[in-house]
C-alpha cells in the first residue's frame, strides 16, 4: 500500500526535490496535497501529474485563479488559508508531511502536523527557532516520528548512535561538528560586504536554493538558526556545538565520540538525498543523487568561522540562550531584514545591526502557547519595519 505525502511549500526546491523523489517511487508514495503561496503555473503543472486530491494556496486571489484554470472537471480541490493548510497536514489519511514552508509561515501547520501524530520530515526550521519547547511537545504528545531534512541535522541524525535518547554524554557524544559552506562571502571583510547587492547574495556556490535562506547562508544567520534547531532536536546546548567551515559542502555535518572517534555523513550537495532517508527510514531508496567520486574531490577544507564580519551565527546564540521569546524575535527580525535587503532598502551589512538593535529592544518573556509565539513575531516584526523606516527616512 502506498503511503501518502502531503507537501507543504511545494514549488520551493525542497518541494520539487521531494516530488522529484515521490516520482522515482509511484508505487510507494502518492500525494496527497500540494500547497504554495502563489506559483499558480507550478501548481498546475505539479496537480495535473500527481493528482492529489487537495491544492491549499496561502494567497486566497491565487486559489482562486489556480481553481479556475484547473476547472471543473478536476479531482483535485483547491483551498487557501492557514487553516487548510493545518487541515491537509493533520488530515487522518496522511502518512507523512514535507514541511518546507519557508518563515514563520510554516509553524502552525507544522505543529498540525506533529499533534496529529504524523512522520514529520523538517525542512522548516523556524518551527523550532520560534517555538521549539512547543514544538517538541507537540511532537511527544501526538507520538509523531520527526526526522529532520536540513542537510547538516540529517547527518547529524545518521551519525548519531541508532537509538539516541537526548543524553550526549551518556552516548559517549564529546561534540556534534555542525558544517557550513561559508556562503559565497567566505573570506571576505566588512568592508568588503558593504556594497554587495541581492544577485551576490543569492548567488550560492553549492546548493541550490530560495532567495531568503540564500540571504540567511550569505549573513551565517542560517547557520544561526541550525544552531537553535540542533539544540531542539538533539537536546544539547550551543556550547556542545562547533560550527566548522567547509566549503566543498561534501561533509554535512559529523558527531565527535569521547574516545576520539569522528563519525560524519557526506554526499553531494542535493537535497534528494536527506529527503529521500527521511521518507524512506529506516530503509533507503534510490534518490537520483549520483554517487560521491573521492577522486574528483581529492581535497576537503575546514576553519573556523569568522563571527566578526558575520555576527548573525553569535546573535542567534545569544537569542537561544536568553531563551523564552528571544529565538522567535531573532527569527522575526532576521525575516524583516532579509526582505528590506532583498528590496534594497537597507544594505547587506545592515542585516546584523537591525536583528541586534530589534534583539536589544526585547523584554524577554516566557512561551507557554502559540498565542505568545505570534505575539513576539508580530512586536518583532513592527519593530524592525519601523527600524527600516527610520534607517530610510
Known amino acids: 500500500m502506498r503511503q501518502t505525502i502531503t507537501v507543504l511549500g511545494a514549488s520551493g526546491s525542497i518541494g520539487q526535490s521531494t516530488l522529484d523523489v515521490v516520482r522515482r517511487h509511484p508505487n510507494r508514495y ?4 500540494l500547497s504554495a503561496a502563489r506559483s499558480i503555473e507550478r501548481m498546475l503543472e505539479d496537480i495535473r501529474e500527481f493528482q492529489p486530491r487537495y491544492a491549499v494556496m496561502a494567497d486566497a486571489g491565487a486559489a482562486v485563479q489556480l481553481s479556475e484554470l484547473l476547472g471543473d472537471s478536476s479531482a483535485t480541490e ?6 487548510s493548510l493545518a487541515m491537509v497536514a493533520s488530515h487522518h489519511d496522511v502518512d507523512m508531511v514535507m514541511a518546507a ?23 522548516n526550521k523556524e518551527s523550532l527557532v520560534m517555538a521549539g519547547p512547543l514544538f517538541m ?4 504528545r501526538g507520538g509523531a516520528t520527526l526526522l529532520p531534512i536540513d542537510s547538516e541535522h540529517n547527518a547529524i541524525f545518521q551519525s548519531l548512535p541508532a537509538h539516541y535518547n537526548g543524553e550526549l554524554r551518556k552516548n559517549g557524544i ?11 562571502f567566505r573570506g571576505k571583510t ?13 548567488a550560492h556556490p553549492n546548493w541550490s536554493m530560495g532567495r531568503k535562506i540564500s540571504v540567511d547562508s550569505a549573513t551565517l544567520m542560517n547557520k544561526g538558526l541550525e544552531l537553535i534547531e540542533a539544540c ?33 555523513q557526506l554526499g553531494q550537495p542535493d537535497m534528494r538525498t536527506p529527503i529521500a532517508y527521511g521518507m524512506a527510514w529506516p530503509e533507503r531508496i534510490e534518490a537520483g543523487v549520483a554517487s560521491l567520486d573521492l577522486f574528483e574531490i581529492s581535497r576537503l577544507e575546514f576553519c573556523p568561522p569568522d563571527h566578526e564580519t558575520f555576527p548573525c551565527l553569535a546573535l542567534a546564540g545569544q537569542a537561544f ?32 545591526t537591525l536583528i541586534r538593535d530589534v534583539m536589544g529592544m526585547h523584554v524577554v518573556t516566557d512561551i507557554e502557547s502559540i498565542d505568545h509565539v505570534i505575539e513576539a513575531d508580530r512586536w518583532a516584526r513592527d519593530c524592525a519595519s519601523q527600524w527600516i523606516s527610520r534607517s530610510v527616512a
Open 30 to 33: 502518492q500525494v496527497f496535497a
Open 78 to 83: 483547491v483551498l487557501a488559508g492557514c487553516d
Open 101 to 123: 514552508i519557508v518563515g514563520a509561515a510554516g509553524l502552525l501547520p507544522t505543529i498540525a502536523a506533529a499533534e496529529a501524530g504524523k512522520r514529520v520530515l523538517l525542512a
Open 137 to 140: 511537545e507537540a511532537v511527544r
Open 174 to 184: 564529546r561534540k556534534i561538528l555542525l558544517t557550513a559552506s561559508g556562503g559565497p
Open 190 to 202: 566588512l568592508s568588503e560586504l558593504a556594497n554587495v547587492t541581492p544577485e551576490q547574495a543569492v
Open 232 to 264: 531542539f532536536l538533539f537536546n544539547c546546548q550551543p556550547s556542545d556545538i562547533q560550527v566548522v567551515v567547509h566549503p566543498q559542502s561534501v561533509i554535512h555535518s559529523m558527531v565527535q565520540y569521547c574516545e576520539g572517534s569522528v563519525i560524519a
Open 321 to 352: 540562550a536568553a531563551g523564552g521569546s528571544m529565538p522567535t524575535v531573532l527569527n522575526a527580525a532576521n525575516e524583516i531584514a532579509v526582505d528590506a535587503f532583498l528590496q534594497e532598502q537597507i544594505a547587506f551589512n545592515q542585516i546584523p
